[in-house]
């Protein structure tokens, strides 16, 4: 049996009269007529409001929540935390009323609570909050009923709520064994309230669904649409099983669920999103396409679906490939990503599907320019979203350096050419240029006349003033068209800068101002060609950068080389395309045969064939090596398989005798640490990565045990010896502070001279986000499998942070990997002194292979750029390490 409150059936003239007679009656005595006056009062005056202002603030909030339909739906949608501001005045409204009602109205004897709307009014509370999206102060309010009102019916109520709470806050730990003592109960106890027995199953639903358990979801589905009365919440579970079906495969299945949905009369959205899957279920196996596509092609043709064409496209699109015509399904997805105007993810969704074909094909311009457009829109959570952003830089890099060769190869052929032909094609496309400038002025001024009639013929005077309906802004139909030509014209660009250009990775912007100071300046000299040189409708722009003289072809030449020398690294390493890489590679050696990258381009080809099984080019290439370089290291590598694991072994026992003499030194055996160091000069020379490391100990050591003379003299060897070693700032400051007391042991230009000298392009950033930096030669590193390092570094000590990793082509010789964000650089510096020297994550790199470092992302640009390793450890040293 299920129970119900009670509805006390006094008239409200009763009330009345007990307000006159009573007036403002106390709740410290416990008598009839107290009690009487306080239920009354608190249920149809303060509770009563606060209700009504919940029940105002869930249908706000049920009207302004979004829903994303490729995704499948949760059961429960209460809206993000921005779009609960919208109802928060109301939401705290109600929590006013219920604070009051408990205040003013509760008589609570001898553990026993006699105003029957107090569990309630905590009850409003816990809910306000939890539409508010604070789920720390509803689960106190839930709990709360929970643990007083052990013998009421409420705490079922509660609990239920409770479990709610948890599963917003994804503690599904917690959520699963509320859900079971109420599953417990619900057979036996008779007062389980009647609304907690109609939503159990589907908050149990929603538990899984947000856990992507679809399979476990279903038979809670089922009895929930069997219990729940209300033909909204049913819809939306017939909908939501509907979706999982058709992801699982069942497309029978899910077709019927969905013709369900839509006699159900559902929203409009949710009717013309079960439309277009019910066309997407479509087997080509089993059905005939053509009644799916007029019917698509119908719904094209509705004005309600102007909004949604993108996934009319995409499903269309979804018709074609399963019907084998991949040209059609094509031009369907470009259709579906030029027609979404409002609904990113479906925009996105549409570009990776074509980024990901083309790719395949392999067309790699086109999937860059679609990939870029995916990434824009990408929400961060999207599944491989790091896969995704990493494929669009690699394949960004790859066309910057395809357009390299490209510009630089037509503007050798115009400096070729005779002084005629190379003004004509210049004319020419200035010309075209003219013409198009022409056509888009006509254009916006069809565009001003169509306002203009449509204004005349809604009866607006010619005459009006600016501040009426005439004036663009404060037309409607002016704006809705304007917007309208914007979009077929531009797509759905975000508000920043730049918003017309599409691939914003490929140029370098310079903003006005710095124009305007050239113009100036040029104006200033009577420089008129320097002028004429800056506006694209004169030759004069066009001539500037073609290369007419030697040392202009030359650079010329130079910039193409590095182009295709990069082309072949991020064919072979970024896209894993053998072919294309060879092809880049032999490009260059017949261009450029005596390019100074010959030997790597040499290496690289030997490695290339010999993967692709052409053991005879490999063969080619292996003895171009051997012969024309026989004393590199790429000749060792090649004739003696293990050289490159005996340098490696060589580098781990010097390595492994640091960290014995660094251990020796934290002890006091200062005589074994010089012992030690003198060894690995002796063992492996002075120009090994580590070995100004052992000098410095060395020197640190014979100040405890000798002279401070002896101290000086260790360290003006390593400042003189190895300037640029990160170990000399540290000799440099020791000596600055012995030099203060013995000037005569001095040397050199003292640590604070040197900072003042120290020119820097960068600017200490405490507060500013902070990524930890990690620069690794090329050849020392695999490097997926260093990324695979430092994740599982990460998830075992950074296992709470989102922290994602990233890695590009710093230039030809070495990889740049980033790990972020940090939100400063203290909590950056802590993850590098934590991981710095890690064992797992550094055991393969070998000594004098990487640098590693912190970087603001102010920093971060610039010293992509400028790619000076050394010149931003400096900067580190001083700003990061000194301290």
């Not at 539409?131 to 009923?145: E, N, T």
């Not at 029978?252 to 959205?269: G, M, T």
């Not at 294309?580 to 590679?585: D, G, H, P, T, V």
């Given at each position: 049996?299920?129970?119900?409150k009670?509805?006390?059936?006094?008239?409200?003239?009763?009330?009345?009269?007990?307000?006159?007679?009573?007036g403002?009656?106390?709740?410290?005595?416990?008598?009839?007529?107290?009690?009487?006056y306080?239920n009354?009062t608190?249920?149809?005056?303060?509770?009563?409001?606060g209700?009504?202002?919940l029940?105002?603030?869930?249908?706000?909030l049920?009207?302004?929540?979004?829903?994303?339909?490729?995704?499948?739906?949760p059961?429960f949608?209460?809206?993000?935390e921005?779009?609960?501001?919208a109802?928060t005045p109301?939401?705290?409204?109600?929590i006013e009323?219920?604070?009051k009602?408990?205040?003013?109205?509760?008589?609570?004897?001898?553990g026993?609570e006699y105003v029957?709307?107090?569990?309630?009014?905590?009850?409003?509370?816990?809910?306000?909050y939890?539409?508010?999206h604070?789920?720390?102060?509803?689960?106190r309010?839930?709990?709360?009923?929970?643990?007083e009102?052990e013998d009421?019916?409420?705490?079922?109520?509660?609990?239920?709520w409770?479990?709610?709470?948890?599963?917003?806050?994804?503690?599904?730990?917690?959520?699963?064994?509320l859900?079971n003592l109420i599953q417990?109960?619900?057979?036996?106890?008779?007062?389980?309230?009647a609304?907690v027995?109609?939503?159990?199953?589907?908050?149990?639903?929603?538990q899984?669904?947000?856990?992507?358990?679809?399979d476990?979801?279903?038979?809670?589905?089922?009895?929930?649409?069997?219990?729940?009365?209300?033909?909204?919440?049913?819809t939306?579970?017939?909908?939501?099983?509907?979706?999982?079906y058709q992801m699982?495969?069942?497309?029978?299945?899910a077709s019927?669920?969905y013709?369900?949905?839509i006699?159900?009369n559902?929203?409009?959205e949710?009717?013309?999103?079960s439309?277009?899957?019910?066309?997407?279920a479509?087997?080509?196996?089993n059905?005939?396409?053509k009644?799916?596509?007029?019917?698509?092609?119908?719904?094209?043709?509705?004005d309600?679906n102007?909004?949604f064409?993108d996934?009319?496209?995409?499903a269309?699109?979804?018709?074609?490939?399963k019907d084998?015509?991949d040209?059609?399904?094509?031009?369907y997805l470009?259709?579906?990503?030029a027609?979404s105007?409002?609904?990113?993810?479906?925009k996105?969704?549409?570009s990776?599907?074509?980024?990901d074909?083309?790719f395949?094909?392999p067309e790699?311009?086109l999937s860059?320019?679609?990939?870029?457009t995916?990434?824009?829109?990408?929400?961060?959570?999207?599944p491989n979203?790091?896969?995704?952003?990493?494929?669009?830089?690699?394949?960004?890099?790859?066309?910057?350096?395809?357009?390299?060769?490209?510009?630089?190869?037509?503007?050798?052929?115009?400096?070729f050419?005779?002084?005629?032909?190379?003004?004509?094609?210049?004319d020419k496309?200035i010309?075209?240029?003219?013409e198009?400038?022409?056509r888009?002025r006509?254009?916006e001024?069809l565009?001003q006349n169509?306002?203009?009639?449509?204004?005349g013929?809604s009866g607006?005077?010619?005459?009006?003033p600016?501040?009426?309906a005439?004036w663009?802004?404060?037309?409607?139909?002016a704006?809705?068209?304007?917007y309208s030509?914007?979009i077929?014209k531009?797509?759905?660009?975000?508000?920043?800068?730049?918003?017309?250009?599409?691939?914003k990775?490929?140029?370098?912007?310079?903003?006005?101002?710095?124009?305007?100071?050239e113009?100036?300046s040029?104006?200033?000299?009577?420089?008129?060609?320097?002028?004429m040189?800056?506006?694209?409708h004169?030759?004069?722009?066009?001539?500037?950068?073609?290369?007419?003289t030697?040392?202009?072809?030359?650079?010329?030449?130079?910039?193409?080389a590095e182009?295709y020398?990069?082309?072949?690294?991020i064919?072979?390493e970024?896209?894993?395309?053998?072919?294309?890489?060879?092809?880049?590679?032999?490009?260059l050696?017949?261009?450029?045969?005596?390019?100074?990258n010959?030997l790597?381009v040499?290496?690289?080809?030997y490695?290339?064939?010999?993967?692709?099984?052409?053991?005879?080019?490999?063969?080619y290439?292996?003895?171009?090596i051997?012969n024309?370089?026989?004393d590199s290291?790429?000749?060792?590598?090649?004739?003696?398989?293990d050289?490159?694991?005996n340098?490696?072994?060589?580098?781990?026992?010097l390595t492994t005798l640091?960290?014995?003499t660094?251990?020796?030194f934290?002890?006091?055996?200062?005589y074994?640490?010089i012992?030690?160091?003198?060894?690995?000069?002796?063992?492996?020379?002075d120009?090994?990565?580590?070995i100004?490391?052992?000098?410095y100990?060395?020197?640190?050591?014979?100040?405890?045990?000798?002279?401070?003379?002896?101290l000086?003299?260790?360290?003006?060897?390593?400042?003189?010896?190895?300037p640029?070693n990160?170990?000399?700032?540290?000799?440099?400051n020791?000596?600055d502070?012995?030099?203060?007391d013995?000037?005569?042991?001095?040397?050199?230009v003292?640590q604070v001279?040197q900072?003042t000298?120290?020119?820097?392009?960068?600017?200490?950033?405490?507060?500013g986000i902070?990524?930890?930096?990690?620069?690794?030669?090329?050849?020392?590193?695999?490097l997926?499998?260093m990324?695979v390092?430092i994740?599982?570094?990460?998830?075992?000590y950074?296992s709470?942070?989102?922290?994602?990793?990233?890695?590009?082509l710093?230039?030809?010789?070495?990889y740049?990997i980033?790990v972020?964000?940090?939100?400063?650089?203290?909590?950056a510096?802590?993850?590098?002194n934590?991981?710095?020297?890690?064992?797992y994550?550094?055991?393969?790199?070998?000594i004098?292979?990487?640098?590693e470092?912190?970087i603001?992302?102010?920093?971060y640009?610039?010293?992509?750029k400028?790619?000076?390793?050394?010149?931003?450890?400096?900067?580190?040293?001083?700003?990061?390490?000194?301290?």
């Amino acid at each position: 049996m299920i129970s119900r409150k009670p509805y006390r059936s006094l008239a409200p003239a009763i009330l009345f009269v007990l307000v006159i007679v009573l007036g403002s009656c106390s709740t410290k005595k416990n008598s009839f007529t107290r009690r009487m006056y306080h239920n009354l009062t608190s249920h149809y005056n303060v509770y009563w409001n606060g209700k009504e202002a919940l029940i105002e603030a869930e249908k706000e909030l049920q009207a302004a929540v979004k829903e994303n339909y490729n995704m499948v739906l949760p059961m429960f949608n209460y809206g993000s935390e921005q779009e609960s501001k919208a109802v928060t005045p109301l939401l705290d409204r109600s929590i006013e009323k219920g604070s009051k009602t408990i205040l003013r109205h509760s008589m609570r004897f001898g553990g026993h609570e006699y105003v029957k709307w107090i569990d309630d009014a905590y009850m409003l509370i816990g809910k306000s909050y939890f539409y508010k999206h604070d789920y720390f102060s509803a689960r106190r309010s839930f709990s709360f009923v929970m643990r007083e009102y052990e013998d009421n019916p409420t705490k079922y109520e509660a609990m239920l709520w409770l479990a709610k709470t948890y599963i917003e806050m994804e503690q599904f730990e917690k959520s699963e064994p509320l859900l079971n003592l109420i599953q417990g109960d619900m057979n036996d106890e008779e007062n389980i309230p009647a609304s907690v027995y109609r939503e159990f199953a589907l908050v149990n639903a929603d538990q899984f669904l947000k856990q992507e358990k679809y399979d476990y979801a279903i038979d809670y589905l089922y009895d929930g649409i069997a219990r729940v009365g209300k033909k909204d919440i049913k819809t939306r579970a017939k909908f939501i099983l509907a979706q999982i079906y058709q992801m699982d495969g069942d497309f029978d299945q899910a077709s019927q669920l969905y013709a369900e949905v839509i006699k159900r009369n559902p929203p409009y959205e949710m009717a013309f999103q079960s439309k277009i899957n019910l066309a997407r279920a479509y087997e080509a196996d089993n059905g005939d396409s053509k009644s799916i596509i007029k019917y698509l092609s119908r719904m094209l043709r509705d004005d309600k679906n102007k909004e949604f064409l993108d996934q009319i496209y995409f499903a269309l699109a979804e018709v074609a490939f399963k019907d084998k015509d991949d040209t059609l399904g094509i031009h369907y997805l470009r259709l579906s990503v030029a027609r979404s105007i409002n609904n990113n993810y479906q925009k996105s969704t549409s570009s990776l599907k074509l980024a990901d074909i083309y790719f395949a094909m392999p067309e790699y311009e086109l999937s860059q320019a679609y990939y870029d457009t995916a990434v824009t829109y990408l929400p961060e959570d999207y599944p491989n979203y790091t896969e995704i952003k990493n494929k669009a830089d690699k394949l960004s890099e790859l066309v910057a350096n395809l357009w390299v060769i490209q510009v630089e190869d037509s503007l050798q052929m115009l400096a070729f050419m005779s002084d005629e032909e190379r003004l004509a094609i210049i004319d020419k496309i200035i010309k075209e240029l003219v013409e198009e400038e022409q056509r888009q002025r006509e254009a916006e001024e069809l565009a001003q006349n169509m306002v203009a009639f449509d204004q005349g013929q809604s009866g607006f005077a010619t005459s009006q003033p600016i501040g009426g309906a005439k004036w663009y802004f404060y037309n409607t139909n002016a704006l809705s068209n304007g917007y309208s030509e914007f979009i077929r014209k531009w797509g759905n660009r975000k508000l920043e800068d730049l918003w017309r250009l599409k691939d914003k990775q490929l140029i370098i912007y310079e903003p006005d101002e710095i124009l305007d100071e050239e113009l100036d300046s040029l104006m200033q000299a009577g420089d008129t060609l320097g002028i004429m040189a800056m506006d694209e409708h004169n030759r004069e722009y066009y001539l500037k950068d073609i290369p007419f003289t030697q040392e202009a072809l030359d650079k010329s030449d130079k910039s193409i080389a590095e182009a295709y020398y990069n082309l072949g690294l991020i064919y072979a390493e970024g896209l894993n395309d053998a072919p294309k890489s060879i092809e880049a590679y032999e490009t260059l050696l017949d261009r450029f045969p005596n390019n100074p990258n010959k030997l790597k381009v040499y290496y690289q080809l030997y490695r290339l064939y010999l993967d692709i099984g052409n053991s005879e080019k490999s063969d080619y290439y292996k003895n171009m090596i051997i012969n024309d370089f026989p004393d590199s290291d790429y000749a060792m590598i090649i004739l003696d398989p293990d050289y490159y694991k005996n340098m490696q072994a060589s580098e781990s026992e010097l390595t492994t005798l640091y960290h014995k003499t660094y251990s020796a030194f934290k002890v006091g055996r200062y005589y074994k640490v010089i012992s030690n160091s003198d060894m690995a000069v002796n063992l492996y020379g002075d120009t090994a990565s580590l070995i100004p490391k052992f000098l410095y100990l060395k020197a640190l050591s014979i100040g405890k045990v000798d002279v401070v003379d002896s101290l000086a003299v260790a360290l003006k060897f390593i400042v003189t010896n190895y300037p640029n070693n990160e170990v000399k700032p540290l000799a440099q400051n020791l000596l600055d502070y012995i030099s203060k007391d013995r000037p005569d042991l001095g040397t050199g230009v003292s640590q604070v001279q040197q900072d003042t000298v120290f020119q820097s392009p960068y600017t200490y950033d405490p507060n500013g986000i902070h990524l930890y930096l990690l620069v690794v030669k090329r050849q020392a590193v695999k490097l997926n499998a260093m990324k695979v390092k430092i994740s599982d570094h990460n998830k075992k000590y950074y296992s709470t942070k989102a922290l994602s990793i990233n890695s590009v082509l710093l230039d030809e010789n070495r990889y740049m990997i980033t790990v972020g964000n940090f939100e400063s650089a203290a909590t950056a510096m802590k993850y590098f002194n934590q991981t710095s020297g890690d064992e797992y994550v550094f055991s393969d790199l070998g000594i004098g292979n990487y640098s590693e470092a912190v970087i603001s992302m102010k920093n971060y640009p610039i010293f992509y750029k400028d790619k000076g390793v050394n010149l931003y450890l400096r900067f580190f040293e001083i700003e990061y390490l000194d301290d």
